[in-house]
């Protein structure tokens, strides 16, 4: 067992929390859009993964190097195609697929390499989202779309029925779903009109059908 120095468990966002639990121990694991590598750090620390990482900025890239991490510079857009089929137990994408310009051939090929697939993205369909937009007439902000419509990252913004709905068209099977609240607690997506309305993110663990 680790001793717990490298990573504080309580240092990594709730949504990674959950992404990490989703993850079996010794898996072989891509973490796309790895960021500053807070995940792919604790998977392989506390275990035992196999992990790897993509990054697009050279600054992330650089600060997974710096602790040792196994990460290249590459675009979930135009790079997953390079990876083996089921190259991976898991493949990653953490608050990313709204910033990727093709999101429907990137979750093909995340369910094509990897066994499975772990997403995560922000909900558009959240309430509170739904509100500022309706009173106020401009794009929201929030604490999962922080940037202004200007200078935001995010230029396919969709809902967690939207995500259920591509799923539906490329034959993937949703294993689990989760909606997280703004507060950051999690329930399971049972009712997903419901779901779609309160969850501030969505987060679901996907494989290819066949």
């Known amino acids: 067992m680790p001793d717990g120095t490298h990573v504080n468990r309580a240092a ?3 949504d990674l929390q959950l ?17 500053d590598g807070a995940l792919l750090d604790y998977l392989i620390h506390f275990k035992q993964v196999d992990g ?9 890239v650089n600060a997974c ?7 290249v510079q590459g675009d979930a857009d135009t790079d997953l195609a390079h990876y083996p089929t089921a190259a991976f137990d898991y493949v990653v994408l953490s608050q990313t697929l709204q910033a990727t310009r093709n999101p429907r051939t990137v979750l093909t090929e995340l369910v094509r390499i990897g066994r499975r697939a772990i997403v995560s993205f922000p909900n558009f369909g959240h309430w509170r989202v739904r509100w500022h937009l309706g009173v106020n007439g401009r794009m929201p902000t929030t604490p999962s779309l922080p940037a202004q419509w200007y200078d935001t990252p995010n230029i396919h913004l969709c809902t967690l029925l939207d995500f259920t709905e591509l799923c539906r068209q490329l034959d993937v ?6 909606a997280i609240d703004a507060s950051g607690r999690p329930s399971p997506i049972r009712a997903p009109r419901l779901a779609n309305l309160f969850g501030e993110q969505g987060l679901f663990l996907l494989k290819r059908r066949g």
Do not use: F, P, Y
């Open 65 to 71: 190097v710096a602790q040792g991490l196994s990460v």
């Open 52 to 60: 790897r990482g993509m990054e697009l900025s050279q600054a992330g």
């Open 19 to 35: 992404i990490a639990d989703m993850v079996d121990a010794h898996a072989r694991l891509l973490d796309i859009g790895c960021g």
């Open 12 to 14: 990594i966002r709730v």
């Open 173 to 178: 099977t949703i294993e689990r779903a989760i």
